[in-house]
């Protein structure tokens, strides 16, 4: 058996970083330890070593017979036994990951298995939530290390999830914003409040190929894991920008086009006040074939610029200025 099981610093440190159980199996014996972490999983009396008679009820029904086959399998041709299974505590049903290693002797026979086990039921929850999300989700620690991430996720920075999960937030920030980051989340972690997202913040993220990508960040703090995390929720605004600049390009085109009116209207009006007062005035000496030749011409003028008007409107149909 593993010497000094309950008291090795490097299983205490693992079970405390990583929330995991540590577990030794003798297989000649049948019989197996279980560190601290391992039995307040599983809710089991401490004791000094149990039967495995004493851990199979613990396995969902269902998914009994699926362990043993993994188990055998593994025994007859590999020295590594991973898996996740369903188990049934107190009552409730809860999904535990297991990590192991078979230990053999000089001729291959299977002597030990050492390993660690996880109660993965929060994670597995939060993922199920996570991709049903429609924008980008992110779940980091209070040391800035990406936990859970979403394929909207994957999808924005192209990256794979393995790729982030257990990474600095700081890969999906440009250059620029690096050095000046983890002071900006020591400062949000002191008073850590919900952000919605936009909030007028000019944000970029940073793609795998380098490229950078206009994002929107919502933040909500949260405790799982039994830790203080950070949910991200980010939004690619791309297109929302790109429309935004297109909107912007054509209300400007309109307003210069509004002003090459008002100028060019000016005269025609200026020379349509000036017909009037003349007209008024019976000492002007003007005939009134001479004032409908320039009532006519005024007209055409007016009529010009607004066809000038209508076609500009009709230029770009359904869109909004």
């Known amino acids: 058996m593993l010497q000094g099981f309950e008291h090795s610093t490097l299983i205490q440190d693992m079970e405390e970083s990583g929330r995991m159980g540590a577990y030794e199996v003798d297989l000649s014996r049948q019989r197996w330890k279980a560190s601290r972490h391992f039995q307040e999983i599983f809710r089991l009396p401490p004791r000094e070593e149990y039967t495995i008679e004493e851990f199979l009820p613990l396995i969902h029904p269902e998914d009994r017979e699926l362990i043993r086959g993994q188990f055998r399998e593994a025994l007859d041709t590999?020295?590594?036994?991973?898996?996740?299974?369903?188990?049934?505590?107190?009552?409730?049903?809860?999904?535990?990951?297991?990590?192991?290693?078979?230990?053999?002797?000089?001729?291959?026979?299977?002597?030990?298995?050492?390993?660690?086990?996880?109660?993965?039921?929060?994670?597995?929850?939060?993922?199920r939530v996570f991709e049903a999300a429609p924008s980008g989700m992110l779940l980091v620690d209070e040391n800035r290390s990406i936990l859970l991430v979403n394929k909207e996720i994957e999808r924005i920075f192209g990256y794979s999830r393995e790729e982030l999960i257990g990474h600095s937030i700081e890969v999906l920030?440009?250059?620029?914003?690096?050095?000046?980051?983890?002071?900006?989340?020591?400062?949000?972690?002191?008073?850590?409040?919900?952000?919605?997202?936009?909030?007028?913040?000019?944000?970029?993220?940073?793609?795998?190929?380098?490229?950078?990508?206009?994002?929107?960040?919502?933040?909500?703090?949260?405790?799982?894991?039994?830790?203080?995390?950070?949910?991200?929720?980010?939004?690619?605004?791309?297109?929302?920008?790109?429309?935004?600049?297109?909107?912007?390009?054509?209300?400007?085109?309109?307003?210069?086009?509004?002003?090459?009116?008002?100028?060019?209207?000016?005269?025609?009006?200026?020379?349509?006040?000036?017909?009037?007062?003349?007209?008024?005035?019976?000492t002007a000496g003007i005939s009134n074939e001479e004032a409908r030749t320039m009532m006519t011409s005024i007209t055409a003028d007016l009529l010009q610029f607004a066809e000038e008007i209508i076609g500009a409107t009709l230029a770009a149909p359904g869109e909004s200025v």
Do not use: W
């Open 78 to 127: 590999s020295d590594v036994f991973n898996s996740n299974y369903r188990c049934i505590i107190q009552g409730k049903e809860r999904i535990i990951e297991t990590r192991s290693r078979i230990e053999r002797d000089d001729s291959g026979n299977p002597l030990r298995v050492r390993g660690f086990v996880r109660d993965i039921t929060e994670e597995k929850q939060l993922q």
């Open 173 to 282: 920030l440009p250059e620029r914003y690096r050095a000046g980051h983890p002071d900006l989340v020591a400062g949000y972690m002191q008073n850590p409040t919900q952000r919605s997202m936009g909030e007028g913040r000019d944000l970029s993220g940073r793609r795998k190929d380098g490229s950078e990508v206009p994002v929107e960040v919502g933040l909500h703090p949260v405790h799982v894991y039994e830790r203080f995390s950070i949910i991200c929720s980010i939004v690619d605004i791309t297109e929302r920008r790109r429309i935004a600049e297109r909107e912007a390009r054509q209300k400007q085109e309109l307003r210069d086009f509004a002003y090459r009116i008002a100028h060019d209207i000016r005269n025609p009006l200026a020379n349509l006040r000036s017909l009037l007062e003349l007209s008024a005035d019976s």
